[in-house]
């Protein structure tokens, strides 16, 4: 666990339940601590706990814990160096340079690869008002973006040839084999280099802390293909994670709380030109848990708004079933011209726009009104047999019975059938099992729990220690608790506020296990009254264990007959006190 005067200086001047609520606005107060849906997995009943007394947070659901410095880091995915620069600007704290602060080789790296790709956005945008990047200006004119927001969202041009990116890089002191990690260069066959972009207007891809970790790529050639290319996977980038323009639109979703996801690169940047200043995109029509759960953490009122061509619609309605499996409410919004919603903004405006908006409707209804569009006569009983069988689809995945109920009714009242029969139809569907494809979380070490009590009660007060002192390590008997309590009574008295972060710093495989310890809720009164009591027991069967050792030798030496006379002593003495 990395400290210094510094790092302590954050400590004491921000409290871990401020840190997290910016980024989790859902936190809310339960007992001593604050709890919300986890951040770091898609959950519907709140695990993530938040610990004001040990200025922690853990997940009982996924195993994260830590800090608020491991907070910043994993939810940013910034190195410790670049979350603790972040929390001391927020703490008014002076935090000085970099390199005075111990940083790993994987924090050097990171480093150098996002300053790698903040040197290549700078290239792509430079080519862009080149004399090479003419037939890109064209285009973007063509898409009535104006000059200032191709500045805002940094839009470059990679030229044609595959070498300009490399000779560049290399001019530069940029070594290959960082470029290669970047996803800038690729090798093909013959161990031939060649830039990964080329002849594309390029899209930067930034984080939340408007850093670029990626590019996006659209070719000019309407043969060429693909139309749109992303930079390959790397430690800074992840498509299942990303979300176009987020960097952008994150001020007003927090401040509002609604988000408009769109299709694509060209949507986000028009709305955005608009003052649809709240969209943003997955990297392609795929959205996916992750998305969702990082979208759950600030948006209440979400809107799905992908093109108009069948594509488009079977992707909002995916979309809108990954939402509603994490738990989420969605509405879909669909502009019914067959335009994209940057030819829809520059053609009739923001009001028209924000209007096709307000006429979103939730999932349910959005593929009801999908199937009666531009239908002259009535369905026939077959046809709507197979309707009603694609829709109970959607209804079975809704985890809200309320909301479950309601849809059965809409379904029965617009296809003009019997509500029983629909309910009848519904039960016949797969069942949904929650929280498809997430990974378990690995069960921590088993502890008994008389031992396991006792070391919780040492980490939420250490104070503990003193009505302790009855006991010695070799009275636990998982060696795990041993080891802990072992732990616990050498650490530095001025340390034991902070007794969980430091054993988990010391005990980094256990850490997941000590932070759950550390922050779960242990009952009423449970600390004061139950403690004696648990400590007297625990030594009390740490003596019965060993008399039934020394009972089973064959004889026993004086000083075994001693020691057995003396546990017997403690025993009696025990069982008056319990």
Not at 329 to 358: H, M, S
Not at 484 to 510: G, H, I, N, T
Request: proline share 5%; glycine share 8%; net charge neutral.
């Amino acid at each position: 666990m990395s400290s210094s005067p510094v790092i302590e200086a954050i400590r004491e001047k921000l409290d871990i339940v401020d840190v997290v609520r910016e980024y989790v606005p859902a936190l809310k107060k339960a007992g001593r601590n604050h709890k919300a849906p986890c951040p770091f997995h898609n959950e519907k009943t709140p695990s993530f706990t938040v610990s004001p007394d040990k200025q922690i947070f853990y997940c009982f659901g996924c195993n994260e814990g830590g800090d608020m410095f491991t907070f910043v880091m994993k939810i940013e995915g910034l190195t410790f160096p670049e979350a603790a620069r972040k929390l001391a600007l927020k703490a008014g704290v002076e935090y000085g340079e970099e390199r005075s602060h111990a940083m790993t080789e994987a924090d050097r790296e990171r480093l150098e690869l996002k300053k790698l790709l903040t040197a290549a956005a700078e290239f792509y945008h430079k080519q862009l008002f080149s004399e090479a990047g003419e037939k890109a200006r064209l285009y973007l004119g063509e898409r009535r973006l104006n000059k200032a927001t191709v500045e805002r969202f940094g839009l470059g041009w990679a030229p044609h040839g595959g070498s300009a990116l490399i000779d560049e890089m290399k001019a530069k002191g940029w070594s290959r084999d960082l470029a290669q990690k970047a996803g800038l260069i690729s090798e093909r066959e013959g161990g031939l280099v060649v830039d990964t972009f080329r002849g594309r207007i390029i899209f930067p891809i930034r984080n939340q802390a408007g850093e670029t970790v990626a590019f996006g790529g659209r070719v000019l050639d309407p043969e060429a293909q693909p139309k749109y290319l992303n930079s390959p996977e790397t430690i800074l980038f992840s498509k299942r994670r990303t979300l176009y323009g987020i960097h952008a639109a994150l001020p007003q979703i927090r401040k509002t709380g609604k988000l408009l996801l769109l299709e694509g690169y060209m949507d986000v940047i028009g709305a955005h030109q608009h003052g649809v200043d709240w969209a943003v995109a997955p990297l392609g029509t795929a959205l996916t848990s992750e998305h969702a759960g990082f979208i759950g953490r600030y948006a209440k009122n979400t809107v799905v708004m992908f093109d108009d061509d069948r594509a488009g619609i079977q992707a909002s309605v995916r979309a809108a079933e990954i939402f509603m499996e994490a738990g989420m409410y969605v509405r879909l919004a669909n502009l019914g011209t067959g335009q994209d919603p940057d030819e829809f903004l520059n053609e009739y405006g923001r009001d028209a726009f924000e209007v096709k908006l307000e006429q979103a409707s939730d999932p349910l209804e959005f593929r009801v009104n999908l199937f009666f569009k531009n239908r002259t006569t009535p369905p026939g009983s077959q046809e709507k047999a197979q309707a009603i069988a694609l829709l109970l689809e959607t209804v079975s995945k809704q985890p809200d019975e309320i909301l479950k109920s309601e849809w059965v009714k809409t379904i029965a009242s617009r296809f003009g059938v019997q509500e029983d029969s629909v309910l009848k139809q519904l039960k016949k569907a797969p069942e949904v099992r929650e929280n498809k494809g997430r990974t378990a979380a690995a069960a921590p070490k088993e502890i008994p729990a008389l031992e396991r009590g006792i070391i919780q009660l040492l980490l939420r007060d250490p104070s503990f220690l003193e009505k302790a002192s009855l006991l010695a390590p070799e009275d636990f008997s998982s060696p795990l608790a041993r080891e802990l309590f072992a732990a616990l009574l050498v650490l530095d008295p001025a340390a034991r506020p902070k007794a969980a972060s430091a054993l988990a710093a010391q005990f980094p495989e256990s850490a997941s296990l000590i932070m759950g310890l550390a922050v779960a809720d242990i009952g009423e009164g449970g600390d004061a009254q139950n403690a004696v009591r648990a400590v007297r027991m625990l030594k009390r069967k740490a003596s019965e264990r060993r008399i039934k050792e020394l009972k089973g030798a064959a004889s026993m030496t004086p000083q075994q007959l001693e020691e057995y006379s003396r546990l017997m002593a403690e025993l009696k003495s025990l069982a008056k006190d319990l």
